[in-house]
């Protein structure tokens, strides 16, 4: 490394990549991807679960605080994980700027709403 | 945007190879998840609603269409989960070399297509049991 250069590593890394935020949006991507494999496996687990129940017993399941709590986290790994996902594919193939911005929000204010309805729903059901 | 610059070989003069169609999948697969999780919200909004909202939504996930979608949904989240966990290893810094990314590859088809088998065996075994 040039040792005249003053400026760190982190310093060189930011504002660079397609979005401008330097490494932040890969390392925010695998975060969330790591917290997404135990998540889903559960979710999994708690799907086959809910195949042969009624409402009640349905509601029961995701009822109890823990399954509450771990669905609420994989719920926010998800959409923030999908939108960090959607986002780079849009950047990839969209070329018209004006589109791309377009397509860029619609993702955001997607996953933004998709992630407030599962919440307050599993809120509802958590409390209800 | 339009440019006289030579463009590099793309897809179209390459021979498929496992990589790239998994690479490819992966993408494919992470987009259909996104637009899956409607399924998820309207599951979720309609557990909170009431019985009358939940039968609908479940009535809809036993219908050709909404079978159809699980059945896709789940192979998409089994492979996506399998080659992610793949992505992470190379992130990692494990298994770029050539013979170890066709091992890993061919690893995660069959891994995922196991995952959604089992998973599928799980469902008609309940339901054939209720």
Redesign the interface.
């Known amino acids: 490394m040039n040792t005249t250069d003053l400026q760190t590593p982190l310093k060189r890394a930011r504002g660079l990549g397609s979005a401008k935020d330097g490494t932040h949006h890969f390392i925010v991507q695998r975060i969330t991807a790591l917290a997404l494999v135990p998540l889903t496996i559960w979710v999994i687990f708690l799907a086959l679960a809910l195949v042969r129940a009624d409402y009640a017993h349905a509601h029961a399941i995701v009822h109890q605080p823990f399954a509450a709590i771990w669905l609420t986290a994989f719920v926010l790994a998800t959409f923030w994980h999908a939108q960090l996902g959607l986002q780079v594919v849009i950047e990839d193939y969209v070329h018209s700027r004006w589109l791309e911005v377009t397509a860029q929000l619609a993702v955001k204010f997607f996953c933004a709403a998709g992630a407030l309805a599962s919440v307050l729903a599993i809120v509802r059901i958590a409390l209800g | 945007?339009p440019t006289a610059r030579p463009l590099s070989p793309h897809l179209q003069v390459y021979r498929w190879q496992l990589t790239m169609v998994l690479s490819i999948i992966h993408?494919a697969t992470?987009?259909a998840?996104?637009a899956g999780?409607?399924l998820?919200?309207a599951l979720?909004?309609a557990?909170?609603a009431?019985?009358d909202a939940?039968?609908t939504v479940r009535a809809f996930c036993s219908s050709w269409l909404g079978m159809l979608m699980l059945f896709g949904w789940t192979w998409a989240?089994s492979f996506h989960?399998c080659n992610?966990?793949r992505?992470?290893a190379w992130?990692a810094g494990w298994g770029f070399d050539i013979p170890r990314a066709y091992l890993t590859g061919w690893t995660v088809v069959a891994a995922s297509l196991l995952i959604s088998a089992l998973?599928w065996v799980?469902?008609f075994a309940?339901?054939g049991?209720?």
């Open positions: 945007m993408r992470g987009v998840l996104a999780t409607v998820l919200i979720l909004l557990l909170a009431g019985p939940y039968q989240l989960m992610g966990i992505h992470l992130d998973i799980c469902v309940q339901a049991a209720a």
